[in-house]
Nanobody, 115 residues
Framework: QVQLVESGGGLVQAGGSLRLSCAAS????????MAWYRQGPGKQRELVAA???????NYGDSVKGRFGISRDNAKNTVYLQMNSLKPEDTAVYYC?????????WGQGTQVTVSS
């Protein structure tokens, strides 16, 4: 069992930056593939960014070049640096941990970008 706690959301003006954090419980954090998803108003949940246990990253097309995902295995934490934010980035952002058939979700953190 893994518990995930997101933080760092809030209200920011367009063009601004935020850094989200996701702290995970458990002793095998380094083995998990970690990802950030988001769900905007009236939209389906979508992948924002992911990082494998080996550090390989991939991004959703809408955030490439603006967002960066990183992990600190010593702190059991994954980060999402969000730059050049746009109003369409407004969503609840969820942290996900995945290992084989196991998948865990955090409760989400709200990000609101004003125009």
């Amino acid at each position: 069992q893994v518990q995930l706690v997101e933080s760092g959301g809030g209200l920011v003006q367009a063009g601004g930056s935020l850094r989200l954090s996701c702290a995970a419980s458990g002793s095998i954090f380094s083995m998990y593939a970690m990802a950030w998803y988001r769900q905007g108003p009236g939209k389906q949940r979508e992948l924002v960014a992911a990082v494998t246990s080996g550090g390989r990253t991939n991004y959703g097309d809408s955030v490439k070049g603006r967002f960066g995902i990183s992990r600190d295995n010593a702190k059991n934490t994954v980060y999402l640096q969000m730059n050049s934010l746009k109003p369409e980035d407004t969503a609840v952002y969820y942290c996900n941990a995945k290992l084989t058939t196991y998948s865990y979700w955090g409760q989400g953190t709200q990000v609101t970008v004003s125009s």
